[in-house]
Nanobody, 123 residues
Framework: VQLQASGGGLVQAGGSLRLSCVAS????????MGWFRQAPGKEREFVAG????????HYADFVKGRFTISRDNAKNTVYLQMNSLKPEDTAVYSC?????????????????WGQGTQVTVSS
């Protein structure tokens, strides 16, 4: 599985962005998917995850109520809708795929990674 993330950019605080991650291959619907982020000088951290069917989602506490993860298996794509963005959300956001029904909260649970997309939130 190869993953290609896009949709990052520069936005003012309070604004919104939608990230997309397109997967190659015919087994996308067999993979749990996750979004992670990494800010300069900080470790990579979990943002959101979704099961292979899309029926189960989970979020880091710091994005609950602001971010929504979803997927379209017909398009081999997972999305991250980010609303009410804050300057502290500034980071490189990466998508990842896990060969399992459920997604996970830790980077080492994932089998495939896409390149990141930069999100910058100005105050």
């Amino acid at each position: 599985v190869q993953l290609q993330a896009s949709g990052g950019g520069l936005v003012q605080a309070g604004g919104s962005l939608r990230l997309s991650c397109v997967a190659s291959g015919r087994t996308f619907s067999n993979h749990g998917m996750g979004w992670f982020r990494q800010a300069p000088g900080k470790e990579r951290e979990f943002v959101a995850g979704i099961s292979s069917s899309g029926g189960y989602t989970h979020y880091a506490d710091f994005v609950k109520g602001r971010f929504t993860i979803s997927r379209d298996n017909a398009k081999n794509t997972v999305y991250l809708q980010m609303n009410s963005l804050k300057p502290e959300d500034t980071a490189v956001y990466s998508c990842a795929a896990k060969r399992a029904y459920f997604s996970g909260s830790y980077p080492n649970e994932y089998d495939y990674w896409g390149q990141g997309t930069q999100v910058t939130v100005s105050s």
